[in-house]
């Protein structure tokens, strides 16, 4: 995906200088109207301060980017002089400054589809997204920034001093961006107010499947094209005490279709307050093998960056949801494979096979590994935990012959097929290159499920399973998994879903995740509700 150019710097000039003192001589006007008077009265003057400083906000970012906003900006109507103060440093998870921002957007009172929810708390301040955009530096800065930026759930808040009358004394204007995630309420001047949030806004343009939607096609046919951007991103401020859901999509998909959980999530006060959102992105044109070390490279990355002690409580409870190919990327972090998966696609020991050592290194990190330590719950949705026999099905090889391998799956795929036949699974041998594409992965006849269903896997997993027409539930399908392959013995879980396989979007696959994460938290000890 293309890096974002950061907008130039550039100075106010008088005239929009003038034109934004006008608004802030309506935010004034608010502002000193909701100090007294009558309730009604009070509530008018509210409205009639936030509408004004939503102007302000977008008239301001319009003409320059908020990271050359600053403190001590003057103002000056023909009523009053007006001298704006700044936040310059984050304050912990509450308050970020506008001088890290490269948007300042209007929290859309819209949703991208009119049939979901738009999670919002009424309040004082305007809503607004914070966007960063991903540029160079950012990204090495902010290395799990995602793809296309950072974009912030904040709320303005401009608190003004008292109007001393005095021309020749500029009126102060402290302007303030709350993370509404962690704050709940701020002091104003008489009393403490609950703090204006609109949940929904910064997630429809983080999951927006016109940013997003093009990773789908390239990720399966032209995987090279898009291993740069295959990585674990989170979507807020990484937060020590919250738990990482894991978000992991499936074949020929990308993030945005978690935008209705991730919503049902920020929309839910306890749910809001002890999770945050990660996805992981990557190419499915590739076996399932190479891109679950990819995952497991990305979260040992994010640990470490993040957790170096290992000791941040919500760190040691991640959850992962993987939807269908992802399901099985999911369970290749909890499990401890030893030499099962190895030994049921190979006949010889890594060190006995001709390749280069770069490929042996590689063959083992994907096959031989340990389990993710912090990973303490998984929920799979549509998951093919014993693939698909449409996997194998002539229309879907010849899909598979338009998919490019990228150069290194190439020459390790050459290498094993050209001087280790004696070495391979009789499978492996027959298909050659197929062996290695995620849709050949996919196939209830690859060898992979025989060692990986002979793994047990350790910690609490759900089935969130699709069913439909009306066979009887044993012999039906989602319409690409059938539910002899989804179902898991050992699940804590089972829920079938009158849907078919792209499913995670439906309520009813929304609300397991939801139920599902609630018994986590009660079962972590995180809450007794």
Known sequence: ?????????????SREKRHMAGLLDEVAAGWDGMQQGKSSARRAAENRYENALAKFLRTWDSHQC????????????????????????????????????????????????????????????????????????????QPFLPPNGGNLTLTAVMEMEDDDADPAT????????????????????????LLAANFTAAK????????????????????????????????DSYDPQRIPVVFV??????????????????SDPELRAKYQPWYFLYPTGLGVPQTSARLRNSLQQARDYFDPDHNDPGMKRMVIVGHSMGGLLSRMQAIDPRDKLWNAMFRKPPEQLNVSEPVRERLVSALKFKPQPEVKRLVFITTPQRGSDLAGTNIVRRLA?????????LLMSKQLLTGNTDALSPQIRDWGFFAFLSIGTLSNKHPFYQGLNDVPIPVPYHSII??????P???????????????????KSEKIVPCWHGCVERPEVVQEVVRVLREHLRESGRTAR
């Open 1 to 13: 995906m293309r890096v974002q150019m950061p907008r130039a710097e550039t100075e106010l000039s």
């Open 66 to 141: 908020p990271r050359y906003w600053r403190s001590g900006t003057e103002f000056a109507s023909r009523r009053d002089t007006f001298q704006i103060e700044l936040t310059n440093v984050a304050r912990s998870q509450t308050e970020m400054p506008p001088t890290q921002m490269d948007q300042l957007l209007l929290a859309s009172r819209k949703r991208s589809r009119g049939e979901d929810t738009l999670s919002e708390r009424p309040g004082i301040g305007v809503p607004v997204v914070g966007h960063i955009y991903r540029t160079d530096t950012a990204r090495k800065e």
């Open 170 to 193: 500029p009126r102060r204007c402290r302007l303030q961006l709350h993370n509404a995630l962690n704050v709940q309420t701020v002091k104003m001047k008489r009393d403490e107010r």
């Open 204 to 235: 429809d343009r983080a999951l927006s499947k016109k940013s997003l939607g093009l990773f789908s096609w390239l990720g399966l046919f032209y995987p090279e094209r898009t291993l740069g951007d295959s990585h674990l991103y989170c979507m």
């Open 249 to 266: 999509h499936g074949l020929m998909s990308d993030p945005h279709i978690w935008l209705n959980a991730v919503n049902a999530i920020t």
């Open 401 to 409: 012959s338009l998919i490019r391998l990228p150069v290194d799956t």
């Open 466 to 471: 699709g069913q439909i027409g009306h066979k």
């Open 473 to 491: 539930l044993q012999d039906s399908s989602d319409g690409a998994v059938p539910y002899w392959s989804a179902h898991l013995e050992g699940a």
